[in-house]
């Protein structure tokens, strides 16, 4: 069972608009940033959003995060047969003291 | 740009000690965190701990008791020792770098798959 909760599957058709949620608690999302990790199948993790919103050099704009309260959440615009892929939300949790994930959520472009 | 490149037995016997290396190149090791991630077959991401550079360690709770995670500087290694292993510790073994503490992991290792079986 994952600290972070994430759907397991989303889907979405070409150019559609899709969004990935990540639910969390006071002790993680609620006070520290969140990232999104987007991973192919054999491949390692790859940081798609860091800082609640932002893109590292080279991950089209078409990728954005936002937060609310406990709860994030990825966007991916003009979905593309490229992005089918693995997600998963990260945060720091303070209870914890330590890094936690979500479940992941595999992305399917119909 | 940094690389990370994990090594280390692919096969380990229930009980016995797990040891990883992670070997950091076209880089220094200095003033980063060093992570650890593993990855089950067919499930999701779990971090087993960090380490800095200065040797500052922290764990995940429910591993704590039989990991511990060591740096050695000088060879731009830092190293990942899991003891007493059962098969519930089969998985791929990343390595990753953070830029803080708590901040994201912008660096990672391909991955190293460890089968515990006797």
């Known amino acids: 069972q994952s600290v972070l909760t994430q759907p397991p599957s989303a889907s979405g058709t070409p150019g559609q608009r899709v969004t990935i949620s990540c639910s969390g608690s006071?002790?993680?999302?609620?006070?520290?940033?969140v990232n999104w990790y987007q991973q192919f199948p054999g491949t390692a993790p790859k940081l798609l959003i860091y800082?609640?919103?932002r893109r590292p050099s080279g991950v089209p704009d078409r990728f954005s995060g936002s937060k609310s309260g406990t709860s994030a959440s990825l966007a991916i615009s003009g979905l593309q047969s490229e992005d089918e892929a693995d997600y998963y939300c990260?945060?720091?949790?303070?209870?914890?003291?330590?890094?936690?994930f979500g479940g992941g959520t595999k992305l399917t472009v119909l | 740009q940094v690389q990370l490149q994990e090594s280390g037995p692919g096969l380990v016997k229930p009980s016995e000690t797990l040891s990883l290396t992670c070997t950091v190149s076209?880089?220094?090791?200095?003033?980063?965190?060093w992570n650890w991630i593993r990855q089950p077959p067919g499930k999701g991401l779990e971090w087993i701990g960090y380490?800095?550079?200065?040797?500052?360690?922290k764990y995940n709770p429910s591993l704590k008791s039989r990991v511990t995670i060591s740096v050695e500087a000088s060879r731009n290694q830092f190293s990942l020792r899991l003891n007493s292993v059962t098969a519930a510790d089969t998985a791929v073994y990343y390595c990753?770098?953070?830029?803080?503490?708590?901040?994201?992991?912008?660096?990672w290792g391909k991955g190293t798959a460890v089968t515990v079986s006797s």
């Open positions: 380490i800095y550079y200065s040797g500052d360690s």
């Open positions: 800082n609640i919103d």
């Open positions: 076209i880089g220094s090791i200095s003033t980063y965190y």
């Open positions: 990260a945060a720091w949790d303070a209870s914890l003291n330590g890094r936690v």
């Open positions: 006071s002790s993680n999302i609620g006070s520290h940033i």
């Open positions: 990753a770098r953070g830029w803080g503490s708590t901040s994201p992991m912008d660096v």
